[in-house]
C-alpha cells in the first residue's frame, strides 16, 4: 500500500516564505508530485520530482530526499492569490496512477 | 491546449434518476480518469481508462458505470445513486498512459443526489 501525510493547515503572512512537508510510505518509488487547488476549481499540476534535490519554477520550488522519503513544497514571496490546498502525490511504480496525499489547506493573511 | 471540459457543471439528481457526466480532452492523451472528491477531501481515483480501455477500477459500486466512446471522450453513468455519493466529480487525463506524471484535471462537475 501507499500512504503519504502532510500538515492538514498552514498559515502564513503575505510575502513570506512557506515550506509545506510530505513524507511517504509506498512499495516502490516513481516519482512526487505537487498538486494546487483553489476552493471550487480543479486540481492543478504544479510540479515532479523524480530525482533527489530542488526543482525550481519560479516562485515554486520542490524538493525530494528518496532516502528519507520525504518532499516538501516551497512557496516564496506568498500572494493572497497562493491560499488553496496543496496535495503531494506518489506513484509506486510505471504501472500505476498517482496517489494524493490529503492535501494541506493554506491561508495567506495579509 | 491544455483542457479537459466537463458537463455539466452541476447536477442534481433524484435516486431513481439515470444521468451521464460527460468529458472531453483533445490533447491527444491516452489515458483519462475519473475522481471523486468530497470537501476537504484529497481527490480519490474511480476509474483509469488507457488506450480507451479500462485499466483500473477502484472498487466502484455498480451504480457508476464508465464508457469510454473514443479516445477523447469520456462518460460516467449514474443510476440510482444514494445521498452519499453526493461528491465532486473530476475528469482527468495524461500524456503517456497513467504511467504520466502530470494529470490534467477538468473542473469538475458539482453532483448532489436527493
Known amino acids: 500500500g501507499q500512504s503519504l501525510e502532510q500538515p492538514s493547515e498552514v498559515t502564513a503572512v503575505e510575502g513570506a516564505i512557506v515550506q509545506i512537508n510530505c513524507t511517504y510510505q509506498?512499495?516502490?518509488?516513481?516519482?512526487l508530485s505537487w498538486y494546487q487547488q483553489h476552493d471550487g476549481g480543479a486540481p492543478t499540476f504544479l510540479s515532479y520530482?523524480?530525482?533527489?534535490g530542488l526543482e525550481e519554477t519560479g516562485r515554486f520550488s520542490s524538493f525530494l530526499s528518496r532516502s528519507d522519503s520525504y518532499g516538501y513544497l516551497l512557496l516564496q514571496e506568498l500572494q493572497m492569490k497562493d491560499s488553496a490546498s496543496y496535495f503531494c502525490?506518489?506513484?509506486?511504480?510505471?504501472?500505476?496512477?498517482?496517489?494524493f496525499g490529503k492535501g494541506t489547506r493554506l491561508s495567506v493573511i495579509a | 491546449d491544455t483542457e479537459v471540459t466537463q458537463t455539466p457543471k452541476h447536477l442534481v439528481m433524484g435516486m431513481t434518476n439515470k444521468k451521464s457526466l460527460k468529458c472531453e480532452q483533445h490533447?491527444?492523451?491516452?489515458?483519462m480518469y475519473w475522481y471523486k472528491q468530497k470537501a476537504k477531501k484529497p481527490p480519490e481515483l474511480m476509474f483509469v481508462y488507457s488506450y480507451e480501455k479500462l485499466s483500473i477500477n477502484e472498487s466502484v459500486p455498480s451504480r457508476f458505470s464508465p464508457e469510454c466512446p473514443n479516445s477523447s471522450l469520456l462518460n460516467l453513468h449514474l443510476h440510482a445513486l444514494q445521498p452519499e455519493d453526493s461528491a465532486l466529480y473530476l475528469c482527468?487525463?495524461?500524456?503517456?498512459?497513467?504511467?504520466?506524471?502530470?494529470?490534467?484535471f477538468g473542473e469538475g462537475s458539482w453532483l448532489t443526489v436527493v
Open positions: 482527468a487525463s495524461s500524456q503517456e498512459g497513467f504511467s504520466g506524471n502530470t494529470i490534467y
Open positions: 490533447m491527444g492523451h491516452r489515458a
Open positions: 520530482n523524480a530525482l533527489d
Open positions: 509506498t512499495s516502490g518509488f516513481y516519482g
Open positions: 502525490a506518489v506513484r509506486s511504480s510505471g504501472n500505476t496512477p498517482l496517489v
